[in-house]
Each structure stands twice: as structure tokens, then as C-alpha cells.
């Protein structure tokens, strides 16, 4: 799954669209590296966000292409 839509998917990131830009600003790491919107999302990828001065890190537990509102915090972990 891209990783935009995983973002979004996993309500990490409200819309895909400010999850694309966040990627394309160089804001998002995967595993330590800088990660474009298009990068593939998989299973046990540290996923670090930076939100301002603040830094959001989580690990991926499971990839949906749905899922409901309650149940979006499940695809991932806070580290």
C-alpha cells in the first residue's frame, strides 16, 4: 500500500492530500530515510512524522485497504 493512503488510512494523517505534500516536504522517514508519497507501506516499517517541532514515531502492525473509524488505531503502534 502507498504509503499516503496508509497515512490516511490509519487516520495518522486526516487526508491523503495533506499526506502527499507532507512527503513530497521531506517531513516523513521510513526506517530513517526520507520516503515520497508512492513509497510502499509494508509490515513492521518505523514511520516517523515530524508535526513542527514535534516528532511522531510508529511501527506498522497490519496493512487494510478499509477499515472503520474505531478500529484505525489498531493498524499501527506508538513508539
Do not use: Q, W
Not at 509494508?42 to 478499509?66: A, H, M, N
Request: aromatic fraction near 4%.
Amino acid at each position: 500500500m502507498r504509503l499516503d493512503k496508509f497515512l490516511k488510512i490509519s487516520r495518522i494523517i486526516k487526508r491523503r492530500t495533506v499526506a502527499n505534500e507532507a512527503c513530497d516536504a521531506g517531513r516523513v522517514e521510513v526506517n530513517g530515510k526520507p520516503a515520497k508519497a508512492s513509497h510502499e507501506a509494508k509490515v513492521g516499517d518505523k514511520i516517523s512524522i515530524r508535526f513542527g517541532d514535534k516528532t511522531t514515531t510508529v511501527e506498522v502492525l497490519t496493512i487494510k485497504e478499509t477499515v472503520r473509524k474505531e478500529e484505525a488505531a489498531t493498524l499501527y503502534k506508538v513508539l
